[in-house]
C-alpha cells in the first residue's frame, strides 16, 4: 500500500484508488494515512469525526466507515495474489484491540520519506555540508503535491496534524535556502525569495533572506526596502515592531558591515528560526 498525505489524499492499494467520496470515512482514512503501520485508537477516530457530540450509535457507525473502506479495498484486491493476504481487506485494514491499523505492507508513505530527507538535511546542515543539505532538502520538498489533505474536511486531529506538517514545512524551505545562501546562490533565488517574501509577509525569517539575498547581489536599497515594508506590516497588522535579530540586520546594512558577504547566514539572521507571527 502506497500512502500520499502532502497533498490531496492517496491511497492506493495494488495501484488503485482506495479512498473514499463520502467525507466521514475519508477522514478515518485519513487519520489512519497518518499513523501508517501504527494502532489508532477509536477514541481519537470518534474525536476526529464528531468532537464531543457523538452519535448514540457511534460504535456502528464507526464501523461502518471501516466496513466501506475495506470494500474498496477488497476490489483493489481482485484478481491479486492474495497469499500473503490471506485474510484481505482485514490484513491491509486490521481490527486491533482498541483501534485500526493501516498495514502498508512496506509500500511507500510520502509523509515518511520526508521525514527521513528533512533529518538528513537538518544533519548534513549541522555538519557544515551545506550542498548536501541543499540537496537533502529540495528532494524532501519535491514530495508535496500541495497543501497536506488539501481535499479531506479536517476535524481537530486532522487538523494539528497538518498545521505541524506545514510548519515543518515552510521550516525545511527556509533552511533550504539557508543553504543556498551559504553557497553563494544569491542570484538564483531572488525570484523565489521574493514570490516567498510576498506571500508570508509577517515570516521574519523569509524576511531576512531575502533582506541578505538582495545585499549581496548588490541591491543594498532594495534590501532596505525590503525592510521597511516588513516594518510597516508588522506595526499595522500586529502592532509589533521587527525582532532585534532583523533590526541589527538593517543597522549593519546601513553600515555596510563586511560581515554580511561572508558571516554565516545562520548568525546574521538570528542563528534559529526567527518569529513567524500571522495575522489574526
Known amino acids: 500500500m502506497d500512502i500520499g498525505v502532502l497533498g490531496p489524499c492517496r491511497v492506493t492499494q495494488a495501484g488503485q484508488s482506495v479512498v473514499p467520496t463520502a467525507i466521514k470515512p475519508r477522514k478515518v482514512l485519513a487519520l489512519l494515512a497518518l499513523q501508517p503501520d501504527r494502532v489508532v485508537s477509536v477514541s481519537s477516530l470518534i474525536e476526529e469525526l464528531w468532537g464531543g457530540n457523538p452519535p448514540r450509535s457511534v460504535q456502528t457507525t464507526l464501523q461502518t466507515y471501516i466496513l466501506q473502506i475495506r470494500n474498496l479495498i477488497t476490489r483493489s484486491l481482485a484478481g491479486e495474489d492474495q497469499r500473503d493476504l490471506p485474510l484481505g481487506a482485514k490484513s491491509v485494514l486490521v481490527t486491533e484491540a482498541g483501534g485500526y ?17 528533512a533529518g538528513a538535511g537538518h544533519r548534513a546542515l549541522e555538519s557544515g555540508d551545506h550542498s548536501g543539505a541543499a540537496l537533502l532538502f529540495q528532494q524532501a520538498l519535491a514530495l508535496w503535491r500541495g497543501p497536506a489533505l488539501v481535499d479531506v474536511q479536517v476535524g481537530p486531529l486532522l487538523e494539528a496534524e497538518v498545521t505541524r506538517l506545514e510548519e515543518s514545512r515552510m521550516s ?19 525570484g523565489e525569495l521574493a514570490g516567498l517574501a510576498a506571500q508570508h509577509p509577517t515570516h521574519e525569517r523569509l524576511q531576512g533572506q531575502l533582506m541578505l539575498a538582495l545585499y549581496r547581489a548588490g541591491r543594498r536599497g532594495g534590501a532596505l526596502e525590503a525592510y521597511h515594508r516588513m516594518r510597516v506590516v508588522l506595526g499595522r497588522e500586529l502592532g509589533l515592531d521587527p525582532s532585534a535579530a532583523l533590526q541589527e540586520l538593517q543597522q549593519a546594512m546601513l553600515a555596510s558591515d563586511p560581515g554580511l558577504e561572508c558571516d554565516p547566514v545562520g548568525s546574521l539572521t538570528g542563528g534559529g528560526p526567527l518569529r513567524v507571527v500571522r495575522a489574526g
Open 101 to 117: 491499523l493501516l498495514d502498508t505492507q512496506g509500500g511507500v508513505v510520502d509523509s515518511v520519506e520526508y521525514e527521513r530527507l
Open 172 to 190: 525545511i524551505l527556509s533552511q533550504r535556502i539557508e543553504a543556498d545562501l551559504q553557497l553563494g546562490r544569491h542570484h538564483e533565488i531572488l
